[in-house]
């Protein structure tokens, strides 16, 4: 069900584990990280405006593990939100990918909404004119750490935060995740989707806080000859 890694009076950080939702999509749905917060710590429902939303500060897909911030009064969630827009908090993922990145990545295309399926983003590149919506700027920076048999566990930090942007930015430069059969990886063996960790949350007082990496996933990067 998650782990608490982190709680102060403004703050809580979560490990949600891969296949919860990071909160409810529709109405009543159930056993998700912001369920799971509120049970225990019941003021993060009314951190801020949003319902559906509580005090969560930012998402990660359903399928991808890790820590997740939550406010737990609606100054903290304002402060928060701003030090996400501003980028001030940093935020790394692991991720297992297909086939061999041997050196350090920059990739900056914008993204935007797929023009016909709803759950996909796509990245823009010019003259293109088949996407919905107003392309956004989004950076990702990619170091490999060790290889594999046609694969590489590479530790990933985003600027930008846009929906899918890991997810899309390496299916793009051909290296889509492991799992991820949304945009053309290979599907996972032993994870439910794919294979995307946010393993690192460092706040500007300096706190540095560390998602152990799921046992799922060493599992699935060990089918592949990455071991940690």
């Known amino acids: 069900m998650g782990d608490f890694v982190f709680v ?11 296949g919860m939702p990071s909160h409810p999509l529709k109405e009543h749905e159930a056993n998700t990280a912001l369920d799971v917060v509120i049970a225990k710590y019941p003021e993060v429902a009314h951190a801020s405006s949003q319902k559906r939303e509580g005090g969560l500060v930012h998402r990660l897909d ?40 041997l050196n350090q990545l920059q990739i900056n ?10 759950k996909k983003m796509i990245v823009v590149k010019k003259e293109m004119r088949f996407f919905r919506g107003e392309p956004q700027t989004a950076t990702t920076l990619i170091e490999p ?10 530790r990933v930090e985003i600027q ?22 949304l945009y053309g990886g290979p599907k996972s063996i032993c994870l439910p989707g794919h294979a995307l960790h946010a393993d690192t949350l460092v706040l500007p007082d300096a706190l540095k806080l560390i998602a152990p990496v799921p046992e799922l ?3 699935e990067a060990a089918k592949y000859g990455i071991g940690f």
């Open 109 to 118: 295309h914008p993204i935007a909404h797929h023009q016909k399926n709803k």
């Open 217 to 219: 996933f060493k599992s």
């Open 160 to 181: 930008g935060g846009r929906r899918h942007q890991i997810r899309v930015h390496l299916a793009d430069a051909g290296h889509p995740l492991i799992g991820d059969e």
């Open 8 to 18: 102060s009076e403004d703050i809580i950080v979560f490990d949600k584990p891969a």
């Open 62 to 101: 359903n399928n991808t593990s890790g820590l997740l911030l939550f406010a737990r009064h609606p100054d903290a969630y304002a402060l928060l939100r701003n030090l996400i827009k501003s980028q001030k908090i940093e935020k790394t993922y692991l991720a297992l990918v297909q086939g061999k990145i």
């Open 145 to 154: 750490i060790s290889w594999g048999q046609d694969a590489t566990l590479i």
